[in-house]
Protein backbone atom coordinates (compact mmCIF):
# COMPACT_ATOMS: atom_id res chain seq x y z
CA UNK A 1 0.00 0.00 0.00
CA UNK A 2 1.16 3.17 -0.95
CA UNK A 3 2.42 5.47 2.01
CA UNK A 4 -0.52 7.76 3.10
CA UNK A 5 0.43 11.68 3.36
CA UNK A 6 -3.06 13.17 4.88
CA UNK A 7 -5.22 11.71 7.11
CA UNK A 8 -8.44 13.89 7.10
CA UNK A 9 -10.68 14.09 10.32
CA UNK A 10 -14.13 14.22 9.81
CA UNK A 11 -14.47 16.09 13.44
CA UNK A 12 -18.68 17.50 13.42
CA UNK A 13 -21.07 16.80 11.52
CA UNK A 14 -23.15 20.10 12.82
CA UNK A 15 -22.58 23.62 11.44
CA UNK A 16 -23.91 27.11 11.86
CA UNK A 17 -24.98 27.39 8.46
CA UNK A 18 -27.42 25.67 6.15
CA UNK A 19 -26.35 25.71 3.13
CA UNK A 20 -28.37 23.78 0.47
CA UNK A 21 -26.11 21.39 -1.19
CA UNK A 22 -24.88 20.51 2.23
CA UNK A 23 -23.31 16.60 1.87
CA UNK A 24 -22.69 16.24 5.46
CA UNK A 25 -26.21 16.92 6.52
CA UNK A 26 -26.70 13.31 6.96
CA UNK A 27 -23.43 12.80 9.47
CA UNK A 28 -24.99 15.21 12.23
CA UNK A 29 -24.39 12.73 14.72
CA UNK A 30 -21.22 12.41 14.16
CA UNK A 31 -17.88 13.36 15.44
CA UNK A 32 -15.55 13.91 18.40
CA UNK A 33 -16.90 14.79 21.71
CA UNK A 34 -14.42 13.53 24.45
CA UNK A 35 -11.14 13.23 25.61
CA UNK A 36 -11.52 9.36 24.54
CA UNK A 37 -11.84 10.67 20.50
CA UNK A 38 -8.12 12.71 20.87
CA UNK A 39 -6.97 9.35 22.08
CA UNK A 40 -8.33 7.27 19.14
CA UNK A 41 -7.03 9.81 16.50
CA UNK A 42 -3.58 9.53 17.93
CA UNK A 43 -3.59 6.07 17.87
CA UNK A 44 -5.32 6.37 13.84
CA UNK A 45 -2.37 7.97 13.35
CA UNK A 46 0.49 6.04 14.77
CA UNK A 47 -1.22 3.13 12.54
CA UNK A 48 -1.11 5.10 9.46
CA UNK A 49 2.48 5.58 9.84
CA UNK A 50 2.89 8.92 10.90
CA UNK A 51 1.77 10.31 7.50
CA UNK A 52 2.68 14.19 7.28
CA UNK A 53 -0.54 16.16 7.49
CA UNK A 54 -3.72 15.58 9.38
CA UNK A 55 -6.75 18.07 7.95
CA UNK A 56 -9.98 18.48 9.71
CA UNK A 57 -13.32 18.87 8.20
CA UNK A 58 -16.86 18.42 9.16
CA UNK A 59 -19.85 20.28 9.40
CA UNK A 60 -17.59 23.19 10.78
CA UNK A 61 -14.68 21.99 12.60
CA UNK A 62 -14.36 25.16 14.80
CA UNK A 63 -17.47 24.53 16.49
CA UNK A 64 -15.43 21.46 18.83
CA UNK A 65 -12.38 24.13 18.82
CA UNK A 66 -11.43 22.89 22.43
CA UNK A 67 -11.79 19.08 21.17
CA UNK A 68 -9.56 19.96 18.38
CA UNK A 69 -7.10 22.29 20.38
CA UNK A 70 -6.74 19.09 22.88
CA UNK A 71 -6.39 16.78 19.86
CA UNK A 72 -3.51 18.99 18.11
CA UNK A 73 -1.49 19.37 21.72
CA UNK A 74 -1.37 15.89 22.10
CA UNK A 75 -0.40 14.97 18.71
CA UNK A 76 2.54 17.46 18.84
CA UNK A 77 3.46 15.71 22.16
CA UNK A 78 4.23 12.31 20.11
CA UNK A 79 5.44 14.54 16.67
CA UNK A 80 6.16 18.25 16.89
CA UNK A 81 7.09 18.14 12.78
CA UNK A 82 3.09 17.20 12.05
CA UNK A 83 0.99 19.80 9.79
CA UNK A 84 -2.57 20.41 10.05
CA UNK A 85 -5.06 21.52 8.01
CA UNK A 86 -8.14 22.75 8.36
CA UNK A 87 -11.73 23.35 6.23
CA UNK A 88 -14.04 25.52 7.79
CA UNK A 89 -17.05 28.30 6.99
CA UNK A 90 -15.11 30.95 8.52
CA UNK A 91 -17.55 32.23 10.18
CA UNK A 92 -15.35 33.66 13.11
CA UNK A 93 -13.53 35.75 10.37
CA UNK A 94 -15.61 38.83 11.67
CA UNK A 95 -12.02 40.55 12.07
CA UNK A 96 -8.21 39.53 12.08
CA UNK A 97 -8.42 39.56 15.65
CA UNK A 98 -11.61 36.95 15.86
CA UNK A 99 -9.54 34.96 13.78
CA UNK A 100 -6.64 34.82 15.70
CA UNK A 101 -8.68 34.05 18.49
CA UNK A 102 -9.89 30.96 16.79
CA UNK A 103 -7.35 30.05 15.11
CA UNK A 104 -4.04 30.59 17.18
CA UNK A 105 -3.02 27.65 19.01
CA UNK A 106 -4.23 24.98 16.08
CA UNK A 107 -0.65 25.61 14.31
CA UNK A 108 -2.02 25.18 11.40
CA UNK A 109 -0.11 24.88 7.44
CA UNK A 110 -2.83 25.84 5.79
CA UNK A 111 -5.95 26.61 5.60
CA UNK A 112 -9.29 26.45 3.45
CA UNK A 113 -12.56 28.67 3.25
CA UNK A 114 -15.52 27.39 1.64
CA UNK A 115 -17.14 29.95 -0.01
CA UNK A 116 -19.50 30.17 -3.23
CA UNK A 117 -22.98 31.16 -4.07
CA UNK A 118 -24.11 28.51 -1.35
CA UNK A 119 -22.62 30.09 1.47
CA UNK A 120 -22.20 34.05 0.08
CA UNK A 121 -25.96 33.94 2.24
CA UNK A 122 -23.75 33.48 5.53
CA UNK A 123 -20.69 35.09 5.06
CA UNK A 124 -19.79 38.43 3.71
CA UNK A 125 -16.47 39.11 1.48
CA UNK A 126 -15.25 40.74 4.02
CA UNK A 127 -14.58 37.86 6.42
CA UNK A 128 -12.44 35.95 3.36
CA UNK A 129 -10.46 39.32 3.39
CA UNK A 130 -9.91 39.21 6.74
CA UNK A 131 -9.03 35.17 6.91
CA UNK A 132 -6.56 35.76 4.04
CA UNK A 133 -4.91 39.07 5.81
CA UNK A 134 -4.29 36.73 9.42
CA UNK A 135 -3.36 34.19 7.20
CA UNK A 136 -0.44 35.96 5.71
CA UNK A 137 0.42 37.44 8.79
CA UNK A 138 0.95 34.03 10.30
CA UNK A 139 2.37 32.38 6.92
CA UNK A 140 -0.59 29.60 7.00
CA UNK A 141 -1.01 28.65 3.19
CA UNK A 142 -4.71 30.29 2.62
CA UNK A 143 -7.21 28.51 -0.44
CA UNK A 144 -10.78 29.03 -1.21
CA UNK A 145 -13.26 25.86 -2.02
CA UNK A 146 -15.75 27.00 -4.50
CA UNK A 147 -18.51 24.35 -5.38
CA UNK A 148 -19.61 25.24 -9.04
CA UNK A 149 -22.90 24.63 -10.38
CA UNK A 150 -23.36 26.83 -13.22
CA UNK A 151 -21.31 29.07 -15.67
CA UNK A 152 -22.25 32.19 -13.59
CA UNK A 153 -20.96 30.92 -10.05
CA UNK A 154 -17.78 30.63 -11.86
CA UNK A 155 -18.28 34.03 -13.29
CA UNK A 156 -18.90 35.40 -9.85
CA UNK A 157 -16.12 33.73 -7.86
CA UNK A 158 -13.19 34.63 -10.43
CA UNK A 159 -14.46 38.37 -9.98
CA UNK A 160 -13.84 38.04 -6.31
CA UNK A 161 -10.61 35.99 -6.78
CA UNK A 162 -9.48 38.80 -8.63
CA UNK A 163 -10.65 41.51 -6.50
CA UNK A 164 -9.53 39.68 -3.12
CA UNK A 165 -6.50 38.19 -4.46
CA UNK A 166 -7.57 34.69 -3.11
CA UNK A 167 -6.82 31.40 -4.75
CA UNK A 168 -9.87 28.88 -5.72
CA UNK A 169 -9.95 25.06 -5.89
CA UNK A 170 -13.11 24.47 -7.81
CA UNK A 171 -15.46 21.35 -7.21
CA UNK A 172 -18.35 20.73 -9.71
CA UNK A 173 -21.47 20.38 -7.96
CA UNK A 174 -23.65 17.96 -10.09
CA UNK A 175 -27.78 18.12 -9.49
CA UNK A 176 -29.69 17.11 -6.60
CA UNK A 177 -30.49 13.03 -6.58
CA UNK A 178 -31.85 10.47 -4.38
CA UNK A 179 -30.50 6.42 -4.11
CA UNK A 180 -30.92 3.71 -1.57
CA UNK A 181 -27.44 5.23 -0.11
CA UNK A 182 -28.10 8.80 -0.45
CA UNK A 183 -31.40 10.69 0.17
CA UNK A 184 -31.66 14.52 -0.49
CA UNK A 185 -28.98 16.70 -0.71
CA UNK A 186 -26.43 16.88 -3.77
CA UNK A 187 -23.07 15.21 -4.29
CA UNK A 188 -19.81 17.01 -5.11
CA UNK A 189 -17.16 14.87 -7.87
S1 LIG B 1 -20.80 25.53 5.64
FE1 LIG B 1 -20.23 23.54 4.82
S2 LIG B 1 -20.82 22.06 6.41
FE2 LIG B 1 -21.86 23.99 6.87
S3 LIG B 1 -23.89 23.79 5.93
FE3 LIG B 1 -22.54 24.83 4.44
S4 LIG B 1 -21.71 23.16 3.16
FE4 LIG B 1 -22.55 22.21 5.02
Redesign the pocket.
Known sequence: MNKITTLNIFVT?K?????S?????NSMDVGLDSKHDCRNILKFYKLFNNCKTLSFT???PTLLIDELRRTVCELKKFNNDIKFSLLT?G?FGKSIESTAEMLNGLYLSSLQV?YDR??SG?LSKTYLKNIKQYCEQSKIEFHVAVCISSPEDLIFMSELESEIGIQCKYQILLPKYKNKHFEGGARLF
Open positions: GCNFSCHCSAIGGENSSFHY
